[in-house]
């Protein structure tokens, strides 16, 4: 583990950083979060299987999900899949005791950030979500911008031609 001082993404503040720790496993549970919050100020939630873990998150949109594969009710993927549907820009980091190339492709096929293997969470977990906490940045911006519009007006005239780029803009935007 590095013990190097490390910065939140710009644009970030500490108090912003929540994230949530799903297993079912609550020794596994605490470990990964005490990780989190040893290493940073950021702040750990926790739920026990991924219907919980959606019921929390409808309440307190977290900045990042970290969950087991392996659960009851709903399993890792299975919560991956929901939150992709639900809350496409909180990111969702896999974790498992079971793993393997196969789980983490299928794992980023199925919309998940990354993937971290139980046994690498003390030297990778903190960077991991760092990183992907920095790349989510800019997405959050633009949601906090978009969320600040109040009209947009375009003027197209009689040029089809613009509007193809119009449909391009937006779905860029949409995406």
Known sequence: MND?????????TDDEINILVVDDAPVCRRMAGSIIEKNSSWRATYAEDGAVALATIARETPSL????????????LELV??????YPLIPVVLMTAYGNEEIAARALRE????????K???????DTVHRILAA???????LRLMDRVVETTF???NDLGLISELVAHLRQDIQ
Do not use: H, W
């Open 4 to 12: 190097k001082k490390r910065t939140l993404p710009e644009g970030a």
């Open 65 to 76: 999900i970290l969950t087991d594969l392996q659960m009851p009710n709903m399993n890792g």
């Open 81 to 86: 899949g929901a939150v992709r549907q639900q």
């Open 111 to 118: 919309g998940a950030a990354s993937y971290v293997p139980k």
């Open 120 to 126: 690498y969470l003390r030297m990778d977990l903190f």
């Open 136 to 142: 989510t940045v800019d997405d959050r911006s633009c």
């Open 155 to 157: 003027l197209l005239e």
